[in-house]
């Protein structure tokens, strides 16, 4: 079993929609979570960490649930600018972090 | 100030062929990856160094791989021999401390990525 998996999806969304994505995590002592975001033929870079108590960052909203496991990341008001890749990132208390395979996401005019 | 640096950005090479790719972290990073990406398997850790030492290469497929990092400013990953499966993007990323900390010192910074083509 992977230790970390995401819907590779893609989705695809209108500009201005809100969009959701999951991805659920085996290790239930997993110590970090984040979100990365990958251009096409690009490195991955942070968009956001993600606590416990969940966090926003501006149209970005990072949510953790330990008891299930999973990880949630929810873009409103999409943009053009946001079709990419987004990673999700579990890491143990080893510092070793496991990235999915990545969610894709398009954003249509 | 400069990122995560890699070396080559492409290579091109025939199997049986020795590869060596490089990476110099951003200063004062501690921690220092190497990861794999392709289609099929996503992203994989390779081997990670703290403070120059290796920590865990529990990640690197076959003896056919080897890393170093003989000082704080420098790492080196290579294959020999390559052969067509070995076939991905190759990133070096680096990190203060890696972990979730509300001042952003935990991020991951990765290089470009050196794309390796075994032919």
């Known amino acids: 079993r992977k230790e970390v998996e995401q819907d590779p999806g893609p989705f695809n969304v209108p500009e201005g929609a809100t969009v959701a994505f999951n991805c659920t995590y085996s290790?239930?002592?997993?110590?970090?979570f984040f979100w990365y975001r990958q251009d096409c033929r690009k490195e991955p870079k942070l968009l956001m960490s993600?606590?416990?108590s969940g966090n926003e960052d501006g149209r970005f909203t990072a949510q953790l649930n330990r008891a299930s496991q999973y990880i949630s990341l929810l873009i409103r008001d999409s943009k053009l600018s946001d079709s990419a890749t987004y990673l999700c990132?579990?890491?143990?208390?080893?510092?070793?972090?496991?990235f999915g395979s990545g969610t894709k996401l398009n954003v249509k005019p | 100030d400069a990122g995560v640096i890699q070396s080559p950005r492409h290579e091109v090479t025939e199997m049986g062929q020795e590869v060596t790719l490089r990476c110099k972290p951003i200063?004062?990073?501690?921690?220092l990856f190497w990861y794999r990406q392709t289609m099929m398997r996503g992203l994989e850790l390779l081997i990670y160094?703290?403070?120059?030492?290796?920590?865990?290469d529990s990640g690197m497929p076959e003896d056919r791989f080897s890393a170093k990092m003989p000082n704080a400013s420098f790492s080196t990953l290579k294959i020999q021999p390559s052969e067509p499966r070995d076939s991905a993007v190759y990133f070096c990323?680096?990190?203060?401390?890696?972990?979730?900390?509300?001042?952003?010192?935990?991020?991951?910074?990765f290089g470009e990525g050196s794309r390796l083509t075994v032919l």
């Open positions: 990323a680096s990190s203060l401390y890696p972990g979730p900390r509300r001042d952003g010192t935990g991020e991951l910074f």
């Open positions: 290790n239930s002592a997993s110590q970090s």
């Open positions: 993600v606590y416990s």
């Open positions: 990132v579990v890491g143990n208390n080893f510092n070793k972090f496991y």
């Open positions: 200063s004062g990073h501690d921690y």
């Open positions: 160094f703290n403070n120059n030492v290796p920590i865990d």
